[in-house]
Structure formats: C-alpha cells, structure tokens
C-alpha cells in the first residue's frame, strides 16, 4: 500500500467520525424517540385487545344464534311444516357419487345434486370444471300440504343404501310416508338416473292435485377463455313433447323468459360447450324458464330459473322417473343418447345446418381419427371444400370474363342513349346483345351465391365445435375462442365494447387476405365498377374493416378457415387467369352472334297462347 492510499484511507476515517459526531442525537431526541416508540407499542396493544373482544363478540352471537336454533321446539316446526316437521331442522352433509366421467356431491339439505365435475376437462384456467357449485343451487318440489306451502330444497332428507354410484334419499312426512330421490350413475356414461317415489304422501295432499312444481336453478360459471363470446352460446333449450327443439335467445340483454303450457320432453341449461339436462322418462305437464344476465359478474355469466310441471298420481305409491344429462356439447356424444340433445347446439337453421350435419362433421370427425393437430385438419378441411367448390368458382371466373371482354360493345351502347330519360331503351339493348352472344348478367354470381351457404355454415360451426375446445395452434392458445398477440387491462371507450381488450392476429391476416382477393377479383369488373363506383370501396375495403371488428372476439378457428379460404381463392383466380385467353372467349361470343337463337319452351308457350286469344304478332316493317 503506497503513502497516497494511507492519506486517503485516514481522510475518509476521520470524515466519517466527524459525520458521527456532529448527527448524534441529543438526550432530549432519545427520550422523545421512545416516548414515541412507547406509545405506538401502547396503541397497537389496546388494537389486539379490541379485535380479540370482537371475536369473543362474534362467538357469543354465533352461541346466542345456535341456541336460538336449537331452542326451536317440535311444536314450532310442526306449525311450519305440518307432517314434514322432523326434516325442518338439521345440519348440511355430503354424499359423493362417482363413475369414469363424472364427479357428483349431494347434499342432504332439500337432497339435491349441490355440485357436478366433469373429471376429464378443465376451465381455461386449467381448474376443476364444474357445470355448477354451492348452496346457491335450487332444487327442489314445491306443493301444499295441510294448508302450508312446503319447499323440499330448504329440508333435510335422510341418506340411505349408499354406495359409489347411488343413494336414496328420503324426505320423511311421518311414518311410512315420504318422498325419495334415487340417484343412480351409470358406468362411463354422462347419464343419471333420477326417480321420485311418492309414498304415502297422498295422506298429506289435497286430492284434486295433479301435476307439482319442480323448482330447478343455478348460476352458470365462466368456464371458456372469452366471456363475451362464451355467453353468446349460454342459454335454455327445450324440447317439445314428441316435436322439435328450441333455445331462447341468448343474446338478450334485459331478462328472458317464456311460459310453455305444453308438454315437454326435456329442458336444458346450456352453457358454450357443456351442459345440464333434466330430461323425463315420459313428459314434464308444463314450465316457466329464464335467465338473467350477470354482466358485473366475474365468475358468472348467466343465472338460470325454472319452474316445471311434473305429473303427480295421487295414490299410497307413485313415482315420478326422470334422468339428467351432465356433459360436453359435443355432437356425436349427444346424438348417441337418442334423445335429439344434438339439436342444442346452434349448427345454423335449414341448409347451414344440413350442410354442418351431414358433410362438415363427418369429414371433421373422419380427419379427427388420424390427424392430431387441429390447425392441419382445418387446413385440410379448407382445401377440400375449396377443390369441391372449384368448378363454381371457375364458372364464376369464365362469366366475368366474358362481361370484360364485352365491356367496348357496353360502351357503343351507351354512347347510343347518352340521356337518362334513354335509361330504359340502353338496359334493353345492352340485354339484347348478351341474349345474342349468349351471356347471362347472373352468371357470375349465381355460382358465388350456391357457395354461400357453406360460408355461413363455417360460421356456425368453428364457434361451436367442441373439438377445438382448448386446442392450440401456432400463437393461438385456444382455437375455440379469440387469439391474441397484443392486450391490455383498461378500456377504450367506444371500442372496447364491440372490439376487445386484444388483438387477434388470425383476423388481421383474414382482412389482408380479403383484401387482395377482392381487389383482383373486382378488378375483373369493370363495367360494373363504372356502373357502381362505390361497390368496389365496398367490397374491397370496408368489408374486411367490418370483419376485422366483428371477428376480434370471434373463434381463431373460424378467423383462421377464412384466411386459408381467401388465400386458396386468390391461388385459384391465379391460376384460372393463366388459361383462360380473352380474345378467345370474345372470339366464340362474336360466333355466336351468327348463330339462331332458338326460342325457350316458355317462350314458345306465351306465344301459342297469345295466338289463341287472337293476339298477333307485330309485323317487321
């Protein structure tokens, strides 16, 4: 160590006991400091007292409370609930049931199923899925007897013969009498058997009934990545008596509801991809069903309510059966159970359902046995639709080239009757000359138009299709709901509402694709363009704008299959324009101005009957 590091080392030395020397509190400063300390250990100890004087409050009001319970006597309860009294007091228990698929808690509070797990699926969040969960469900017969209205969801059933997959539970109304709920699973099945025996209850109900209320309601969780789009798909359903199949609209806002006073096979709650039936083995008399919208819910999404029919025979001994359905909305797994529960899912109406039925979820199913990637099955799906639809599309082509290469004669025409008053003379001309030429207006839209319905169809089915539940692919975590490669926490006002909290890359890259396929496809028609100047903004810019917004929120499966649509379209047009030469199609359309135009059988008809009723032709001058 040299002399000018022992120089610093000393200066930095004394620097610092100087600094020590002149901050060294005063003896006033000390005492001050643990006056103060002093007082703050007081004041935290006179806290812990008082919290420990609230809890001793709060025990002795939940002493005063369980006394009081417990004071209630048998009198009391018999003024309650008349021959039902041994079963208005109790405490809560649990009953598990069991099978491969499905995980059900039954309480013996009003017997009712209190929660159900679907053991192989999670929520998005990768949490336990259960369709519902806790003392918020209801379920239970509601009827009078001895002049008091009796709810069985708030009394307390007694358990019996349990075992895995079943128990019975009795809600006793004196002796030898009472109602019995049996549950019963059954092995690697989403189905439960549940049966209402009524015994000995007709001693304790009026004669003159004839059907009892079934009150059934829950709240629906969020169990899917996108809220928005989820509760689009979270709704009742009902099936007729031996008819068809109906859901009330999901997307209203204000509460919905709807009286049936017809029989009823069976009603669902529904939610996007998995659902709760309560199905009867012969007919439910009839039901009142709604639903409200939890929009301020963070865990719900809709609250469901019923209140259903279900026949009563007054005899020493009834039963009621009935069935329940827990399990996903998928469509071969629905159909399987014969009972039309397929019909739930919204595959579209008329032909967009027929055409998603019969040839779309077979193909899919059918690349589902050997293809494990989702992505790839949508993409081999595309191209097999867009080979199929190959020969409207290059008719589509052939007709639109055909108005191109006669756009110059388009033109003479117009130059004849430049006037608007003219309008109607130019429009007959100008049909004149493709009638001559033999070129039909419509015929490029007509095969775009027989394509439509399969676009539609995909839309109904890539939101709803339980197959891309949770499946990845690329950036997208969940090909069943939106894919996002930007968000943020706040919201936009004006935007946020209709386009999210996110940016979906599989609809950026459908607008592109649109994009460029309609600018080379509108391109192809330019007397239309001129005819309609706005029609080409329209199509060309403002609608992939349109579908950027709308299809944010939507299913990256869906955003996905358009991108590879309209990217195979524009291969296609590609390809098409290559071979086809247009001086050739204006050569044979100049050839068939020579030929004779042959007069349709319609037209052949009109003029035999106008003949017969004395009419004549007008003579050629």
């Known amino acids: 160590m040299d002399r000018n590091s022992i120089i610093g080392i000393i200066i930095i030395a004394g620097i ?17 400091a643990k006056y103060k300390r002093d007082s703050l250990e007081l004041v935290h100890q006179q806290q812990i007292i008082e919290q420990e004087k609230v809890q ?13 319970e417990a004071s209630v006597d048998e009198s009391q309860l018999k003024s309650m609930y008349g021959s039902f009294a041994t079963a208005g007091a109790g405490t809560q228990e649990y009953i598990t049931l069991e099978n491969e698929l499905l995980k059900i808690k039954v309480s013996n509070k009003g017997g009712r199923i209190y929660s159900v797990e679907l053991k192989e699926y999670k929520t998005y969040s990768q949490e336990s899925l259960k369709l519902f969960d806790g003392d918020s469900t209801v379920f239970g017969l509601n009827f009078f007897s001895e002049n008091r209205s009796i709810i069985t969801n708030d009394l307390f059933f007694v358990p019996s013969e349990v075992s895995k997959n079943s128990v019975k539970m009795r809600l006793f109304a004196g002796d030898n009498r009472y109602i019995e709920y049996v549950y019963t699973l059954n092995p690697e099945s ?20 004839n059907v009892i209320d079934l009150k059934w309601a829950l709240y629906s969780p969020q169990q899917e990545k996108g809220a928005k789009n989820e509760s689009m798909y979270t709704t009742l359903g009902y099936k007729y008596y031996q008819d068809e199949v109906k859901t009330l609209t999901s997307r209203s806002k204000d509460e919905n509801r709807e009286e049936l006073n017809t029989k009823l096979r069976w009603i669902s709650f529904q939610q996007q991809f998995f659902s709760s039936i309560l199905v009867a083995d012969n007919y439910f008399s009839n039901a009142i069903i709604e639903f409200n919208n939890l929009e301020n819910s963070s865990k719900h999404l809709k609250y469901f309510k019923s209140t259903i029919g279900i026949p009563f025979e007054y005899a020493p001994k009834s039963t009621v059966p009935l069935s329940f359905y827990f399990g996903p909305n998928h469509y071969t797994t629905l159909k399987k ?7 739930i899912i919204p595959l579209g109406w008329g032909i967009f359902g027929w055409i998603n039925r019969f040839i779309i979820i ?71 000359m493709y009638k001559k030429v033999g070129v039909s207006p419509m015929g490029g839209c007509i095969p775009m138009l027989i394509q439509m319905p399969i676009l ?15 499946k990845a692919f690329l950036w997208a975590d969940d090909l069943s709901s939106y894919d996002s490669i930007l968000s943020w926490d706040f919201d936009i006002p004006l935007i946020s ?94 050839e068939n101005k020579k030929k004779v135009v042959k007069k349709s059988k319609w037209q052949e008809r009109l003029e035999a009957a106008a003949k017969q009723k004395g009419y004549k032709s007008p003579k050629k001058k």
């Open 16 to 32: 610092l006991i100087l600094w020590t020397t002149l901050n060294k509190p005063s003896e006033e400063e000390i005492e001050a």
């Open 56 to 68: 001793a409050t709060q025990i002795q009001n939940t002493q005063i409370e369980v006394a009081t």
């Open 190 to 209: 989403y189905m439960v058997d549940f049966d209402i025996n009524f015994v000995g209850i007709n001693e304790v109900i009026a004669s003159n009934i």
């Open 337 to 343: 159970q014969n009972l039309g529960f397929e019909q």
């Open 362 to 432: 077979p193909v899919f199913n059918f690349l589902d046995n050997f293809i494990t990637n989702y992505g790839l099955i949508i993409l081999i799906l595309t191209i097999m639709i867009k080979v199929a639809l190959f020969p409207l599309t290059y008719k589509s082509y052939l007709s639109t080239a055909k108005m191109r290469v006669l756009k110059p004669e388009i033109d003479e025409i117009s130059k004849k009757f430049p006037k608007k008053e003219d309008a109607m003379k130019k429009q007959q001309a100008t049909m004149a």
């Open 456 to 470: 539609f169809a995909m839309f109904k089915f890539f939101p709803t299709s339980f197959e891309l539940r949770q």
């Open 497 to 590: 509402s209709f386009y999210g909290n996110h940016i979906s890359l599989f609809t950026i890259l459908m607008a592109v694709a649109l994009v460029f396929s309609s600018r080379l496809n509108t391109g192809q028609m330019n007397d239309t363009n001129q005819q309609m100047p706005g029609m080409k903004f329209m199509m060309t810019y403002m609608m992939p704008v349109m579908m950027l917004v709308f299809f944010n929120n939507y299913s990256a499966g869906l955003s996905y299959y358009y991108f590879l649509s309209n990217v195979i379209t524009l291969g296609q047009t590609v390809f098409i324009r290559r071979f086809v030469d247009d001086e050739a199609i204006l050569k044979k359309l100049h």
